[in-house]
């Protein structure tokens, strides 16, 4: 495997299921993101891992339960989710060093669809 | 804070034409810029990226664009494009110096490539 890689690829809910998205990254990098896209809405950061660490939490609802348990993996725990929350969730990571290359890889995204 | 215009949402082009998308940013402190490509039901895939030096900067498939600091633009440009760039291009920046990566995006440009 290579680069980051994210499971599953579609996902759908209801609106009392809980689930969790998984993240992988294959690249050494230690941060690690994740970003909801909408349609007609540019990407939306909602969480940043530096160092294993939350370093941001841009106002995301409590049904969205980050973790992160090292540097290479990154999870997304669902709970009680709305159907507004349907949408693509990317994974990103970076190597987050100060003067550092900063560019974010990209996985292929969770297909998310709440009942 | 910083913020990305892509004025054009949908760019319909024919085979072999060339093309330009557009992107303005805002920002009071120096930035990196950056366009990823985003294929059907992908992920994010980096294009090109602008750091430093050369402010016409060369990307994959064939992609260029240039960084215009007094106009606070990055537009990519294609001088012959294929069916195979139908796709949406993001462009984004990121602060240069932050304690982390934090890259602002626009809202997307959705390139149609017609025969």
């Known amino acids: 495997e290579t680069g980051v890689t994210q499971t599953p690829r579609h996902l759908v809910m209801g609106m009392t299921n809980k689930k969790s998205l998984k993240c992988e990254q294959h690249?050494?990098?230690?941060?690690m993101y994740w970003y909801k896209q909408s349609a007609k809405k540019p990407l939306e950061l909602m969480f940043v891992y530096s160092l294993e660490e939350r370093v941001e939490n841009n106002s995301v609802p409590s049904r969205f339960s980050p973790e992160c348990p090292n540097s290479s993996h990154l999870f997304l725990h669902l709970h009680t989710l709305q159907p507004e929350d349907s949408a693509l969730y990317l994974c990103a990571s970076s190597q987050d060093t100060s003067g550092s290359l900063k560019t974010q890889y990209f996985g292929p995204g969770t297909r998310l669809l709440v009942l | 804070a910083q913020s990305v215009t892509q004025l054009d949402s949908q760019v319909p082009v024919f085979e072999e034409a060339p093309v330009e998308l557009r992107c303005n940013y805002s920002s009071s402190v120096s930035v990196y810029l950056f366009w990823y490509v985003q294929y059907p039901n992908q992920g994010l895939q980096l294009l090109l990226k602008?750091?430093?030096?050369?402010?016409l900067v060369k990307g994959i498939n064939g992609f260029e664009a240039e960084f215009n600091k007094s106009q606070t633009s990055f537009h990519l440009r294609k001088p012959s494009v294929h069916i195979s760039d139908t796709a949406e291009y993001f462009c984004?920046?990121?602060?240069?110096?932050?304690?982390?990566?934090?890259?602002?995006f626009g809202s997307g440009t959705k390139l149609n490539v017609k025969p």
């Open positions: 984004a920046v990121s602060d240069r110096g932050n304690n982390f990566n934090k890259f602002y």
């Open positions: 690249l050494g990098h230690n941060a």
């Open positions: 602008y750091l430093s030096g050369s402010t």
